[in-house]
């Protein structure tokens, strides 16, 4: 389902040196299994993850999901194997002029869902994380195990084969 072949990330320092974030890594995530990255912070779990849905490009390596090979995708193409792929953020990343509701909607919007199947599933999404007492509220009037909670219900939204948290 998931497989990462020799991916790596350096970053380039202010004095021009170079960060390797990522060291040389390949591993093999089959369909239903649950795995987790532990480390020390500023250990590279963060960037991995972004690495596997490609919201950064390897600096050597191949991404594979479901057997496609991410890495060799256009913009447009990866645009739409990402729609596969439900992704929460360790920021939330909601969109704070929006509600609960709105928020869970969003990416069923993107891929162009209709407003009757939106509904539906944004209301299955809610009850899933029990937030549905929630639905009107905006994300400032809500805790931080709240906002996380949407997050995470925003990410199953589009029922993805993938989720990355």
């Known amino acids: 389902?998931?497989?990462?072949?020799?991916?790596?990330?350096?970053?380039?320092?202010?004095?021009?040196?170079?960060?390797?974030?990522?060291?040389?890594?390949?591993?093999?995530?089959?369909?239903?299994?649950?795995?987790g990255l532990m480390g020390y912070s500023g250990a590279g779990k963060s960037t991995l993850l972004r690495?596997?849905?490609l919201l950064e490009r390897p600096d050597t390596g191949k991404v594979l999901i479901d057997n496609q090979d991410l890495t060799?995708?256009?913009?447009?193409?990866?645009?739409q194997a990402r729609q596969?792929?439900?992704?929460?953020?360790?920021?939330?990343?909601?969109?704070?002029?929006?509600?609960v509701a709105e928020n869970v909607a969003f990416p069923l919007e993107i891929a162009g869902w209709d407003a009757a199947k939106i509904a539906?599933?944004?209301?299955?999404?809610?009850?899933?994380?029990?937030?549905?007492?929630?639905?009107?509220?905006?994300?400032?009037?809500?805790?931080g195990g709240q906002k996380q909670r949407v997050g995470i219900a925003r990410a199953l939204a589009p029922n993805p084969k993938v989720i990355l948290a």
Not at 14 to 19: C, P, S
Not at 120 to 143: G, K, M
């Open 51 to 53: 690495l596997i849905n």
């Open 84 to 99: 596969n792929i439900g992704m929460v953020f360790q920021q939330f990343n909601l969109l704070s002029n929006r509600t």
């Open 1 to 35: 389902m998931i497989t990462l072949d020799n991916v790596s990330k350096k970053y380039q320092t202010r004095d021009k040196g170079w960060f390797t974030a990522v060291e040389p890594t390949s591993l093999h995530i089959n369909q239903g299994e649950i795995f």
């Open 72 to 79: 060799a995708m256009s913009e447009a193409q990866l645009r």
């Open 120 to 143: 539906q599933r944004v209301q299955e999404c809610l009850e899933i994380v029990d937030l549905t007492e929630r639905a009107q509220h905006y994300p400032a009037q809500l805790s």
